[in-house]
């Protein structure tokens, strides 16, 4: 989701809190690929994993993770994929993409295939399109003029807003990223982690302090269920060979 130094940054204190919550060690792990966050959890070599809405479905349909809580952005219990152009770009339509170059995230990323195709932009359309990794890459290379144009999360797109991005199109409201558990994750264990996580309250400074190292946008995490992500299986079921 971002370069590692910055992930263990920005989860290093939700691991001191789970530790202390837990009442014994939690040691974190950075995956270099979604993919390799979807294994890790489905055959329990980790117990807590933070995911993409597609990687969770992923990792429940492969390995039977459970869903612990999602997180909430900006009061909103839900998130957009947004597709962004350079601040300054003539590009004013999603249509004027057509033949333009396009970035996207990781390869296992579905949902951001399904929601260009949704904006009215089927890939064969596209110019050329590549794969280049974390968020913070589709920014940059946009920002930059390597691409056209590329498509990000909602807090990315708004980090970048009109300070060299424009938003040019946002995805419906769909449920958002999440923390899952490992099947292996006995049920007394799942429900202390998930009530450490409904538990985290903006209006504590200590807990407000540790939810803005996650992302600046969350603020706080909501309780969910499996069935809440059907819309996400919909959605990237034409993509999912």
Known sequence: MDIPAIMYKRLSPLTKYLSKELGSPVSLKLSASMKNAINEIAEGNVEVAYLTPVAYIKAHAKGGARILAKTVT?????????????????????????GKKFAFGDPAALLQRAVVVGAGL??????????????DNIARGVMRGFY??????????????????????????????????????????????????????????????????????????????????????????????
Do not use: C
């Not at 994929?81 to 003539?90: C, D, F, G, Q, T």
């Not at 064969?124 to 968020?135: M, N, R, V």
């Open 74 to 98: 900006n009061k909103k219990d839900s998130f957009q994929l947004m597709i962004v152009v350079k601040e300054n770009s003539p590009i004013k339509t999603v249509e004027e993409l057509f």
């Open 122 to 135: 089927p890939l064969e359309k596209l110019g050329s399109y590549e794969f280049i990794g974390h968020y």
């Open 148 to 241: 056209d144009a590329g498509i990000v999360k909602d807090t990315t797109a708004f980090k970048w807003n009109n300070k060299g991005l424009r938003i040019l199109h946002s995805s419906a409201h769909l449920p958002p990223y999440n923390l899952a558990a490992s099947s292996r994750v006995d049920d007394v264990t799942f429900e202390k982690l998930r009530q450490a996580f409904l538990k985290l309250d903006s209006n504590n400074p200590e807990h407000r302090k540790l939810i803005k190292s996650i992302d600046k946008k969350y603020d706080g995490f909501a309780a969910t269920s499996d069935s809440e992500y059907d819309v996400i299986r919909e959605l990237i079921k034409p993509f999912n060979k």
